[in-house]
């Protein structure tokens, strides 16, 4: 089963892997701290609401730039399939890219089902 990895500065991107971070297209656009966004829990839970089409509204980040970030994951899902995903987030808290994996396990179930 695929899993996150810490991606630190200045270390290459180990084989099999997909850097989901900050300065990648699955970014998590929500902005953590925010007053209208919240702390990293919610941005997360927004994130993961956004992945199956449910934009958040008040947001700091635009319903345009949830509607881009939804259309590209819709496009692009398959690259993250049976691969690990990286990101800069400390592996012991919460992070958009354990979304990301659920995200992609949850699809592969249905296809199966389907």
Not at 14 to 25: A, E, K, L
């Amino acid at each position: 089963m695929p899993d996150r990895i810490q991606l630190r500065k200045r270390s290459k991107l180990p084989p099999n892997c997909v850097d989901v971070g900050p300065s990648t297209p699955w970014a998590n656009p929500f902005i953590i701290g925010s007053h209208r966004d919240g702390k990293t829990e919610e941005c997360v839970a927004k994130y993961a609401r956004l992945l199956r089409g449910v934009p958040t509204i008040g947001s700091c980040c635009s319903t345009d730039a949830q509607r881009k970030l939804y259309q590209y994951a819709q496009a692009h899902l398959h690259e993250l399939r049976g691969r690990d995903v990286a990101c800069s987030c400390n592996t012991a808290r919460v992070c958009h890219a354990d979304e990301l994996l659920r995200f992609v396990a949850e699809q592969e179930r249905i296809q199966k089902c389907a």
